[in-house]
């Protein structure tokens, strides 16, 4: 059994062990290399046990295709995180860099237990497991008010977001006396059902509209994106929105008879959400802040694919999620580079960047076409088949929307690349750019031209986990 869960044993012990760096004099270069070698390993194990198929722990964890496939998302978007880090990460991670992976590798290890939970309790202490240490991570800043204002809202609102599931827990239990999730699906073909159940499941969705930031409980973002550092928000923003999709997915898939009947409440959350995201996104100056409003709007996109509740609208989406990794982290990376560079977020940092980083700024010009959903990058293509999967179950309407919206953000994305490439910088001379950065952007500007030209493997991957999920 221990093969089959080896990737959370790893991650488990690579925890521990970062835990116990902090009781000893370790400089943070030795640190950051080996989580770069951890993060590496975790990926080749998961890998290797892509393949496995079981159910464990009383049928309470399931290992399959998508669970892994899930799991080797997560465990490349935390690699992406801790390659971010450098000499001039801020003082404070610096000198609790070993708590600092500590953290990320629980918080990691939360979201992976998240995909295979297939019972209420195991379900929800993988997600406070995931939640909780990111909370901490948000306000590890303590030197920055901003930081420490934005920790303690994540955890007010995400205790509020976690107290509202578990209230809905307890309200699905009383109907069905049983904490599987296989014996509730079961259990709601049949079940007659009623208002009390329906509010019980709404209230139940609530820490997973949370985590990707949903209306209306999305809220905390601008100010927690604002606030935390620059690799804690792109963390948030990337890797724990995989998370949260693909437990909807899980739970949409189990839960079929229960949220077809909410379907159209779903869809107007999903059109409220990507509105609201992207008209307040276009009043931004400040880049973390219209990233967090964009987010937003991008989790509404992919609300459009899940509530379709069929296998092309959910493939679709986890197809868009993992590109967004990509795309959303490349931005990120840029932004990081700026503010260690010139200490400021706003977006009048990226002032020239094209002519004193002629590379960063085409990865970022790409990575922001493409969260546009402009043709032919792997963004359209994404938001292509989300939306053919709509037209498919005739909401024409919806994606007349949906597309209005990506044409606002166009916009708002255009005016970050128009700093870049528009404006004199204020220093002449070129920006310091290192090896790994460099291999990085010109990994994502292929990943983002070829996956929108040649989707097929991209796309085969994500049908292939998703039919694991349904059958």
Same mark, same amino acid.
């Given at each position: 059994?221990?093969?089959?869960?080896?990737?959370?044993?790893?991650?488990?012990?690579?925890?521990?062990?970062?835990?116990?760096?902090?009781?000893?004099k370790?400089?943070?270069?030795?640190?950051?290399?080996?989580?770069?070698?951890?993060s590496?390993?975790?990926i080749?194990?998961?890998?290797?046990?892509?393949?496995?198929?079981?159910?464990?722990?009383?049928?309470?964890?399931?290992i399959?295709?998508?669970?892994? +496939?899930?799991?080797?998302?997560?465990?490349?978007?935390?690699?992406?995180?801790?390659?971010?880090?450098?000499?001039?990460?801020?003082?404070?991670?610096?000198?609790?860099?070993?708590?600092?992976?500590?953290?990320?590798?629980?918080?990691?290890?939360?979201?992976?237990?998240?995909?295979?939970?297939?019972?209420?309790?195991?379900?929800?202490?993988?997600?406070?497991?995931?939640?909780?240490?990111?909370?901490?991570?948000?306000?590890?800043?303590?030197n920055?008010?901003?930081?420490?204002?934005?920790?303690?809202?994540?955890?007010?609102?995400?205790?509020?977001?976690?107290?509202?599931?578990?209230?809905?827990y307890?309200?699905?239990?009383?109907?069905?006396?049983?904490?599987?999730?296989?014996?509730?699906?079961?259990?709601?073909?049949?079940?007659?059902k009623?208002?009390?159940?329906?509010?019980?499941?709404?209230?139940?969705?609530?820490?997973?509209?949370?985590?990707?930031?949903?209306?209306?409980?999305s809220?905390?973002?601008?100010?927690?994106?604002?606030?935390?550092?620059?690799?804690?928000? @792109?963390?948030?923003?990337?890797v +724990?929105?995989?998370?949260?999709?693909?437990?909807?997915?899980?739970?949409?898939?189990?839960?079929?008879?229960?949220?077809?009947?909410?379907?159209?409440?779903?869809?107007?959350?999903?059109?409220?959400?990507?509105?609201?995201?992207?008209?307040v996104?276009?009043?931004? $100056?400040?880049?973390?802040?219209?990233?967090?409003?964009?987010?937003?709007?991008q989790a509404g996109?992919?609300?459009?694919?899940?509530?379709?509740?069929? $296998? +092309?609208?959910?493939?679709?989406?986890?197809?868009?999620?993992?590109?967004?990794?990509?795309?959303?982290?490349?931005?990120?990376?840029?932004?990081?580079?700026v503010e260690?560079?010139?200490?400021?977020?706003?977006?009048? @940092?990226?002032?020239?960047?094209s002519?004193?980083?002629?590379l960063?700024?085409?990865?970022?010009?790409?990575?922001?076409?493409?969260?546009?959903?402009?043709?032919?990058?792997?963004?359209?293509?994404?938001k292509w088949?989300?939306f053919?999967?709509?037209?498919?179950?005739?909401?024409?309407?919806?994606?007349?929307?949906?597309?209005?919206?990506?044409?606002?953000?166009?916009?708002?994305?255009?005016?970050?690349?128009?700093?870049?490439y528009?404006?004199m910088?204020?220093?002449?001379?070129?920006?310091?750019?290192?090896?790994p950065?460099?291999?990085?952007?010109?990994?994502s500007?292929?990943?983002i031209?070829?996956?929108?030209?040649?989707?097929?493997?991209l796309?085969?991957? @994500?049908?292939?986990?998703?039919?694991?999920?349904?059958?």
């Amino acid at each position: 059994m221990i093969i089959y869960i080896l990737p959370e044993i790893l991650t488990f012990l690579m925890a521990v062990f970062f835990l116990l760096s902090a009781f000893k004099k370790i400089s943070m270069e030795t640190l950051h290399k080996t989580g770069m070698f951890f993060s590496i390993i975790n990926i080749l194990i998961i890998l290797f046990t892509i393949n496995l198929n079981g159910l464990f722990f009383y049928g309470t964890y399931k290992i399959d295709f998508f669970s892994q +496939s899930i799991k080797f998302i997560l465990a490349v978007g935390l690699f992406f995180i801790i390659f971010m880090a450098d000499k001039r990460i801020e003082n404070t991670i610096k000198k609790n860099y070993g708590e600092f992976l500590f953290f990320l590798f629980s918080s990691n290890l939360g979201m992976m237990m998240l995909s295979s939970a297939l019972e209420f309790i195991t379900l929800f202490l993988s997600l406070e497991l995931s939640s909780y240490t990111m909370f901490v991570l948000v306000g590890f800043l303590k030197n920055k008010k901003i930081s420490a204002e934005a920790g303690i809202k994540y955890l007010f609102i995400g205790a509020v977001a976690s107290a509202l599931t578990l209230y809905g827990y307890s309200i699905i239990f009383s109907y069905f006396g049983d904490t599987s999730l296989q014996a509730m699906r079961i259990g709601s073909m049949f079940m007659m059902k009623d208002v009390i159940l329906y509010i019980g499941f709404i209230f139940f969705l609530t820490a997973f509209f949370f985590k990707l930031a949903i209306l209306p409980f999305s809220f905390w973002a601008p100010d927690v994106y604002q606030g935390a550092s620059t690799n804690v928000t @792109a963390y948030i923003a990337t890797v +724990s929105k995989v998370a949260g999709v693909a437990v909807l997915l899980r739970i949409f898939v189990y839960f079929f008879p229960i949220f077809a009947d909410q379907e159209k409440i779903l869809i107007l959350i999903s059109i409220l959400t990507m509105t609201f995201g992207n008209l307040v996104a276009v009043q931004q $100056k400040e880049l973390k802040r219209l990233l967090a409003y964009s987010s937003i709007a991008q989790a509404g996109y992919m609300l459009v694919g899940l509530v379709m509740f069929n $296998k +092309s609208g959910m493939s679709s989406t986890l197809f868009y999620v993992t590109a967004y990794l990509v795309m959303n982290f490349t931005v990120f990376l840029v932004i990081d580079q700026v503010e260690k560079e010139k200490g400021s977020t706003e977006l009048t @940092a990226l002032k020239g960047l094209s002519q004193r980083a002629p590379l960063l700024s085409l990865s970022l010009l790409l990575a922001l076409l493409s969260l546009g959903g402009v043709p032919p990058f792997v963004g359209f293509t994404g938001k292509w088949f989300i939306f053919s999967s709509a037209i498919n179950k005739g909401y024409l309407t919806l994606v007349l929307i949906a597309f209005l919206n990506s044409v606002i953000s166009v916009y708002y994305y255009l005016l970050v690349a128009r700093q870049a490439y528009l404006f004199m910088p204020d220093e002449k001379e070129k920006m310091k750019v290192t090896v790994p950065v460099r291999v990085y952007s010109y990994f994502s500007i292929v990943f983002i031209i070829v996956m929108g030209f040649y989707p097929a493997p991209l796309l085969n991957w @994500a049908e292939k986990a998703i039919r694991y999920l349904v059958g």
